[in-house]
Nanobody, 112 residues
Framework: VQLVESGGGMVQPGGSLRLSCVAS????????MTWVRQAPGKGPEWVST????????YYADSVKGRFTASRDNAKNTLYLQMNSLKPEDTALYYC??????RGQGTQVTVSS
């Protein structure tokens, strides 16, 4: 059972990044999937949840209108498209599911 995130990096304010989370070892298509982030010195912050079928998504107010979660159940992959990034989006981003727990995360740094 594993979740592996990728796609993080350093970007200027206003830029975009697309995160990926590849799942293995469990029935990915049956799990609702969640993105969580943790900024330095702060606790975890829920970012988004997408239902197992991909038909419904939910977002924190802090990212609504800028971030889009999606999934490809055929590829066991979860995505997070992040646009109009702000310095306050800087954090370790990780994906999580009821079956697999959480991954190791991918670092996103927004700085000029």
């Amino acid at each position: 059972v594993q979740l592996v995130e990728s796609g993080g990096g350093m970007v200027q304010p206003g830029g975009s990044l697309r995160l990926s989370c590849v799942a293995s070892g469990f029935a990915f298509s049956r799990d609702d999937m969640t993105w969580v982030r943790q900024a330095p010195g702060k606790g975890p912050e829920w970012v988004s949840t997408i239902k197992s079928g991909g038909d419904k998504t939910y977002y924190a107010d802090s990212v609504k209108g800028r971030f889009t979660a999606s999934r490809d159940n055929a590829k066991n992959t979860l995505y997070l498209q992040m646009n109009s990034l702000k310095p306050e989006d800087t954090a370790l981003y990780y994906c999580a599911s009821p079956s697999a727990g959480r991954g190791q995360g991918t670092q996103v740094t927004v700085s000029s």
